[in-house]
């Protein structure tokens, strides 16, 4: 069998799969009109906001039999976790100021939220690349650098920025690139009742 087939046909029976924190409507609607009113002319590549979530762990490719395993140890973790709230505080670039990718709205510290990853971790055996402490952020855009970097002066957008994201369920998603867009599909949810 060609090299590139084998790879294909692999690639195919395989999914790309993340567990995410969903947004309430009254939350994207909120954030999107800010955006709207005070952001859009930005060289950004914008959320679309049925693609609005907190990422918790990126799986990454997974083999489609893998997914009643995966969905077996988020349903012991759930079950085992109380529903909790993210305090989110301000809008501003990330990953830092000097190496600016997005514009998202970041969250604090949140030992629920810290306790809810550990145990996702070690249930699916997977070990986070993050180095540093998690910070709760929702991604509204990723910035054109090129396009940013030529904009004198450079576009404040640090602003206060403040809610609570509910949390009371964890959602198994998958990726999927269609007709030029990438689109997240919920592939199970499960309920926080610890």
Known sequence: MDIRLFFCYNLAMQRRLFI????????KKRVFRLIEREYENLPVRWVRPENFHLTLNFLGY????????????????????PAFDIDFTEICVGPTEAV??????????????????????????YSSREKNKFIPHLTFGRIKRTLWNKLKPQPQIEREFKFL???????LMESRYEKGKRTYYCLASFVLNG
């Open 20 to 27: 995410a924190i969903s947004v309430p409507e009254n939350i």
């Open 165 to 171: 994201l509910p949390v009371s369920n964890v959602d």
């Open 62 to 81: 997974v083999p489609e039999e893998k997914i009643p395993e995966i969905c077996k140890s988020l349903e012991a973790v759930a079950s085992d976790k």
């Open 100 to 125: 600016k990718k997005m514009i998202w709205v970041k969250g604090g510290q949140n030992n629920s939220l810290d306790a809810l990853r550990y145990s996702l971790d070690r249930e699916l055996h």
